[in-house]
């Protein structure tokens, strides 16, 4: 993959931290100016704006929730009055509300749906208008590889991830013909603050799990989902990407 430069406009949701935090990075490295959406943790998202405008890039941050159309409207009005074009969409934004299926709560299985496939499926619907009007967009969007396989206790987040490849799969052939990809990206297991404090025989047994053996990095999901935006892949849509280590092999 080249090294060329994007010099666009770009909304990461979820940009604050982890694997949102690594593809705003990875975009601004790229020459793409940055709005970091962010739902709760503005300390982390001013930082991840810092970072962005280290590297030479404009970088702003908006909170909202991505399950609530008027903030999500905010976020596209934002970079557009800011840059004048919205040409990359990152669908990042998610949650989990892990338990067994028999024990889990009916607001726990709303709550995810609304944040991980409501919020994508809200998200997607107001960037493709101002990218139809220029005919040019790339969305790509964070699924997993629980969305493939399944996991016990995670009834409600495979059903929003598998969910959201079938959404951006009809997306990716409505927007065809204007212009506009749609992409997805599914990680496996990935060194984040989520999998740091797993207790180590939980550790040991995702590891097993994994033909390499080891946790992916956030930046091995950044360039997978920036490899989308590039020129290279302008005839790429609709199209699932494992960054995974080999477990959905």
């Known amino acids: 993959m080249s090294e060329?430069?994007?010099?666009?406009?770009?909304?990461?949701?979820?940009?604050?931290?982890?694997?949102?935090?690594?593809?705003?990075?990875?975009?601004?490295?790229?020459g793409a100016n940055v709005l970091v959406g962010?739902?709760?943790?503005?300390?982390?998202?001013?930082e991840t704006v810092r970072l962005c405008r280290e590297k030479g890039v404009?970088?702003?941050?908006?909170?909202?929730?991505?399950?609530?159309?008027?903030?999500?409207q905010a976020m596209v009005d934002k970079v557009l009055k800011t840059w004048?074009?919205?040409d990359i969409l990152v669908c990042n934004a998610g949650i989990t509300r892990d338990n067994l299926a028999m024990r889990m709560s009916e607001e726990d299985f709303d709550a995810v749906l609304d944040a991980n496939l409501k919020g994508a499926f809200l998200c997607m619907k107001a960037a493709c208008r101002p990218m139809m009007k220029q005919r040019f967009g790339r969305i790509i969007c964070l699924s997993s590889i629980v969305g493939l396989r399944g996991n016990a206790g995670q009834a409600n987040?495979?059903?929003?991830?598998?969910?959201?490849?079938?959404?951006?799969?009809?997306?990716?052939?409505?927007?065809?013909?204007?212009?506009?990809?749609?992409?997805?990206?599914?990680?496996?297991?990935?060194?984040?603050d989520m999998t740091a404090v797993l207790p180590e025989k939980v550790r040991e047994g995702l590891l097993s799990s994994i033909p390499m053996g080891k946790l992916g990095q956030p930046e091995d999901v950044a360039r997978a989902a920036v490899?989308?935006?590039?020129?290279?892949?302008?005839?790429?849509?609709?199209?699932v990407l494992c960054v995974d280590g080999g477990m959905a092999v």
């Open 4 to 30: 060329e430069k994007l010099t666009r406009a770009a909304i990461v949701t979820g940009g604050s931290r982890g694997i949102g935090r690594a593809i705003c990075l990875e975009l601004a490295a790229r």
């Open 38 to 46: 962010y739902a709760g943790r503005e300390e982390a998202a001013l």
């Open 58 to 72: 404009e970088a702003e941050a908006i909170q909202g929730d991505v399950s609530k159309a008027p903030d999500v």
């Open 84 to 86: 004048s074009t919205l």
């Open 157 to 192: 987040y495979a059903a929003s991830k598998a969910g959201l490849i079938g959404m951006s799969k009809s997306f990716a052939k409505e927007l065809a013909a204007r212009g506009i990809t749609v992409n997805l990206v599914a990680p496996g297991f990935i060194e984040t």
């Open 227 to 239: 490899f989308f935006a590039q020129p290279e892949a302008g005839y790429i849509t609709g199209q």
